[in-house]
Structure formats: C-alpha cells, structure tokens
Nanobody
Framework: VQLQAFGGGLVQAGGSLRLSCAAS????????MGWFRQAPGKEREFVAA????????YAGDSVKGRFTISRDNPKNTVYLQMNSLKPEDTAVYYC???????????????????WGQGTLVTVSS
C-alpha cells in the first residue's frame, strides 16, 4: 500500500488542523493505521493509531484529549484532527500502516510496514 499524507501547515498555538492520509490499494480496510511525528533532533514519536475496523483507538500521552484519529475506509483515508495545538507539536507528521490488528502493536513503530512521506506542521507561539 502507498500512503500520502497532507494537510500540514502553519497554525497559531491554540488552533486546529486536520491531517489526511490517502492510501492506494484495495485492501486499505485490512490495515491498522497510525500517525507518528518527528521534531528536529528528536526520535520519531507515536501520536495516535486505530485498528483496521476503527473500533479501537490509541493516543499517545502527549496528545490525549487534543488529537483524534479516525478513518473512512470507503475513501481509503485516515485523518488526524488536532486541536489545542501547542508549539511543541511542531514536527513532521507521518502516517503508517500495519497488517496486524493487535491493539498492543498500535504504538510500536517497528510493527508498521508502510510509511508515507510526511507533512510538516508548525505551531507558532
């Protein structure tokens, strides 16, 4: 599966942004999907993920209550709604897909098989 993330940009602190990740291929609905981010000089960090059915979601502690992940399987798209953005949310955001449907794999970077190219989010103070 090929992934393309878009929707990044410059936003003021406290604002909102929605990222989208479009997937190619007919089997999108069989992949669990996740979002990760990487700030300059830092390791890639888990943000949020959901199982192939969308029935279970998992958000990282730093974004819990502010970010929401969702998916639209007929449109082959996964979304990341980001609210109450903070300057520390500034990073390149990547979407990723894995074939497993295990909840305990959702936050594990090593379990993802496919990655998109990333989209830059910049939050100004």
């Amino acid at each position: 599966v090929q992934l393309q993330a878009f929707g990044g940009g410059l936003v003021q602190a406290g604002g909102s942004l929605r990222l989208s990740c479009a997937a190619s291929g007919r089997t999108f609905s069989s992949y669990s999907m996740g979002w990760f981010r990487q700030a300059p000089g830092k390791e890639r960090e888990f943000v949020a993920a959901l199982t192939w059915s969308g029935g279970r979601t998992y958000a990282g502690d730093s974004v819990k209550g502010r970010f929401t992940i969702s998916r639209d399987n007929p449109k082959n798209t996964v979304y990341l709604q980001m609210n109450s953005l903070k300057p520390e949310d500034t990073a390149v955001y990547y979407c990723a897909a894995q074939t497993s449907n295990r909840y305990d794999y959702l936050n594990r970077r090593d379990k993802y098989d496919y990655w998109g190219q990333g989209t830059l989010v910049t939050v100004s103070s």
